[in-house]
């Protein structure tokens, strides 16, 4: 993704559920499923549109992945001044890890925007 976005005042996301979920297949590599909730709140005076997102996930171990791409779960979400978005997915760890990144849009007039995503924890249960 470019760098030559804007924050946008009014666009927020917020992190409204991270959940350990051992029923989610998981390779035995990165044996840890998470899933997480989240929302892209438009409080602006803008229509703004998401097409895209970057993750960086940090463990303790000093691995980092990164995950970008276009949409949102397979969407493009538009949303008008006083909507939101809200959808959920997962990350698949393999120790104690730290995720983050933002979203990537445009807004009706052309302006390019982003938002970042607030960093979030996730700790496997310790295992007996």
Known sequence: MASNFE??????????????????PAPPDRPHPFVYRISIHNESDQVVNIFGRKWIVRDVEGDTMVVEGDGVV??????????????????????SSTATGSFFGSTSSGKAVAVRIPAFDMEPPMLV
């Open 74 to 95: 397979g969407q493009f979400p538009k949303l008008a001044p006083g909507k939101y978005f809200s959808y959920t997915s997962y990350h698949i760890i393999k120790a």
């Open 7 to 24: 924050i946008l005042d009014g666009l927020t996301v917020t992190v409204d559920a991270v959940e350990y979920d051992p029923s989610r």
